[in-house]
Nanobody, 126 residues
C-alpha cells in the first residue's frame, strides 16, 4: 500500500493550496480517508476526514470553514483544499487510510487508520 501526498509548499497568509494524496495497493473506494498534520515540536493532530463513499466529511474546529476534504474514487485520490491559510497552519501534512466504514466523525482518532503516507510540508508565511 502506498499513499503519496503532494501539493505542499510555501504560501503567504491568506493564500490557498490544494493537497493531493494518491493511493495504490488498496481498494481505495472502500477506505475512509483522513488528513493529519504535525507542526514542529507538536503532536500529530487531526485535520479532516471523509467516509469511503464521500457522503460524510468531518473537520477539526481549527480548519472548519477554511479547508475542504474531497475524494475521487475513480482516481484513487483524496484532496484537501486549504483556503485562508494562517501561519499556524504550518506543518507537515499526512494522509491516511482507514478500513472503517463508519461515518467520518468517527475517523478523527489517530488509531483508526491503517495506512499512512509520507508527509508534505506546508509553510505559511505572515
Amino acid at each position: 500500500v502506498q499513499l503519496q501526498a503532494s501539493g505542499g509548499g510555501l504560501v503567504q497568509a491568506g493564500g490557498s493550496l490544494r493537497l493531493s494524496c494518491a493511493a495504490s495497493g488498496l481498494a481505495f473506494s472502500r477506505y475512509g480517508m483522513g488528513w493529519f498534520r504535525q507542526a514542529p515540536g507538536k503532536e500529530r493532530e487531526f485535520v479532516a476526514s471523509i467516509k469511503w463513499s464521500g457522503g460524510s466529511t468531518y473537520y477539526a474546529d481549527s480548519v472548519k470553514g477554511r479547508f475542504t476534504i474531497s475524494r475521487d474514487n475513480a482516481k484513487n485520490t483524496v484532496y484537501l483544499q486549504m483556503n485562508s491559510l494562517k501561519p499556524e497552519d504550518t506543518a507537515v501534512y499526512y494522509c491516511a487510510a482507514s478500513r472503517s466504514s463508519r461515518s467520518s466523525r468517527y475517523l478523527s482518532p489517530y488509531d483508526e487508520y491503517d495506512y499512512w503516507g509520507q508527509g508534505t510540508l506546508v509553510t505559511v508565511s505572515s
